[in-house]
Every structure is written in C-alpha cells, then in structure tokens.
Nanobody, 123 residues
Framework: QVQVVESGGGLVQAGGSLRLSCKAS????????VAWYRRAPGKERELIAS???????NYGDSAKGRFTISRDNTKNTFYLQINSLKPEDTAVYYC?????????????????WGQGTQVTVSS
C-alpha cells in the first residue's frame, strides 16, 4: 500500500507565497511521475504541474510563471511552490504519485492520490 499525504495549505493574503508538500510512504519500490492538481469551487479538476523521476517538469497553462514543482527523491517528498498568490488560486490542491509496488509475483504500477490540502487566498 502507498499513502500520499499533502500539507502546507492554509489561508494567505493575495501576493503571498506557499509551499505545498506531498509525502509518499508505505511499501513501494519507487515513485515515478508526480503531479499536482487543484479543484476550485464549482470547477473541474485542473492539472497544475507534473515532474518525472529524473526531474523533467511540465506546467499547465494557468500555472506557468508562478508555480514551481520539485522533488526530493531521498525523502519521497514532492513540492509545489506558489508565488504571488491570487484569490483565483483558492482551491483544494491534490498530489498524485505513480508508484511501483511488488504484488508478491509481479511488479505493479498505480497512481495514488492524497486527500488534498486547502489553499484559500484572501483579497
């Protein structure tokens, strides 16, 4: 089993910054791609950024310029730095990690989601 837990959200004023963290734990061999998503009230889930195991990054159109995704493979922890926060960034932010696990007879690869962390930006 793989557990993914996000943290670092909170209430912040517009213009401020936050660093969200996502930690993977449990019985797995490795974490490959990791992605951050968000779901704002009344809107569909949106991809913010993704990062491969060797550090290649990709950003959604709404995230370019203010968001930075990174990872620390030694800690199985993944980060999303958000600068110059705007009220429209208010959302629940989710982390999704692709992890490889051993079933006892073969390798399996699955995507594991956290419960999300709330980010609220006041104007």
């Amino acid at each position: 089993q793989v557990q993914v837990v996000e943290s670092g959200g909170g209430l912040v004023q517009a213009g401020g910054s936050l660093r969200l963290s996502c930690k993977a734990s449990g019985n797995f061999f490795s974490v490959a791609d990791v992605a951050w998503y968000r779901r704002a009230p009344g809107k569909e889930r949106e991809l913010i950024a993704s990062i491969t195991s060797d550090g290649n990054t990709n950003y959604g159109d709404s995230a370019k310029g203010r968001f930075t995704i990174s990872r620390d493979n030694t800690k199985n922890t993944f980060y999303l730095q958000i600068n110059s926060l705007k009220p429209e960034d208010t959302a629940v932010y989710y982390c999704a990690a692709d992890a490889q696990t051993w079933s006892g007879s073969r390798w399996l690869r699955g995507t594991y989601w956290g419960q999300g962390t709330q980010v609220t930006v006041s104007s």
